[in-house]
């Protein structure tokens, strides 16, 4: 018995299958919508850079000579990870920017006026993101025992480290974005903390593609559009079973 017996006409069949077909590519339309509304456009006002363009990375743990950061991810929190994280959340959502490394040491020839930079890590172990601090006018600041200041408040944010004293449980993280001059059109981000588990914090809080960190980029993006920032976040670090340090509650604090 075919379904012709039951009066099912190859027309019919056609217009099933045709009608599934549409009905798939609407619902792929309609997610793709949804997405750049929800997703992408948040994103790319936090961040504001554009495609095709050039952004540098600058950190000051590891000398770089490639674009490829694959083989320097470790487990945990640290500074590396952080320009991991950073780079390939860019690399994600911008389908043709160009990401160029640089060790904060090699930044002699790079004129900051007129590029987009990423300065990623804190005063002690990048010189470059002390350099934007001085041009930037910072609302925290970092002092020499550790801890985080807000300049306007003179509020101390002072990490917290675990019984074993091993590492901390937690860390207070920086992240600001910021155009040099009134005249420049490239942008300058400062991801800093006080620790290295506040560095990493600060960087997924505006990197992570989980449904916490878009929710948070939409939120700052609703905040402050495609304008500078400066944010301050509270890191919660816990470590598991087996030993290895991980980022846990990341909180904005002003």
């Given at each position: 018995?075919?379904?012709?017996?039951?009066?099912?006409?190859?027309?019919?069949?056609?217009?099933?299958?045709?009608?599934?077909?549409?009905?798939?590519?609407?619902?792929?339309?309609?997610?793709?919508?949804?997405e750049f509304y929800r997703i992408l456009i948040p994103f790319f006002k936090v961040w504001g850079f554009k495609n095709n363009e050039t952004?540098?990375?600058?950190?000051?743990?590891?000398?770089?000579?490639?674009?490829?950061?694959?083989?320097k991810f470790v487990l945990g929190p640290g500074d590396v990870n952080a320009l991991v994280a950073v780079s390939r959340t860019l690399e994600k959502r911008?389908?043709?920017i160009k990401i160029k490394n640089?060790?904060?040491?090699?930044?002699?020839?790079?004129?900051?006026?007129n590029e987009n930079i990423v300065s990623i890590g804190g005063l002690k172990r990048n010189t470059?993101?002390?350099?934007?601090?001085?041009?930037?006018?910072?609302k925290h600041s970092f002092d020499d025992e550790g801890n985080m200041i807000n300049n306007k408040t003179n509020k101390q944010?002072?990490?917290?480290k675990a019984e074993s004293n091993d590492y901390y449980v937690e860390d207070y993280?920086?992240?600001?974005?910021?155009?040099?001059?009134?005249?420049?059109?490239?942008?300058?981000f400062v991801i800093a903390g006080c620790h290295t588990e506040g560095v990493m914090?600060?960087?997924?809080?505006?990197?992570?593609?989980?449904?916490?960190?878009?929710?948070?980029?939409?939120?700052?993006?609703?905040?402050f559009k495609n304008e500078p920032f400066q944010i301050a976040v509270k890191v919660n670090i816990i470590k598991d079973e087996m030993g290895v340090i991980e980022i846990g509650k990341i909180e904005r604090v002003f």
């Open positions: 018995m075919t379904l012709f017996d039951f009066g099912i006409s190859g027309k019919d069949i056609l217009l099933v299958v045709l009608g599934t077909i549409a009905s798939i590519f609407i619902a792929y339309i309609a997610r793709k919508i949804f952004v540098y990375l600058i950190n000051g743990i590891i000398e770089l000579n490639s674009t490829d950061l694959k083989d911008y389908k043709s640089l060790y904060s040491k090699q930044l002699s020839a790079l004129d900051m006026m470059v993101t002390k350099r934007l601090m001085g041009l930037i006018d910072c944010y002072s990490p917290v993280g920086f992240i600001s974005k910021a155009k040099l001059s009134s005249e420049a059109e490239k942008w300058v914090g600060a960087a997924r809080y505006i990197s992570s593609l989980d449904y916490d960190g878009e929710k948070r980029l939409r939120e700052l993006a609703k905040e």
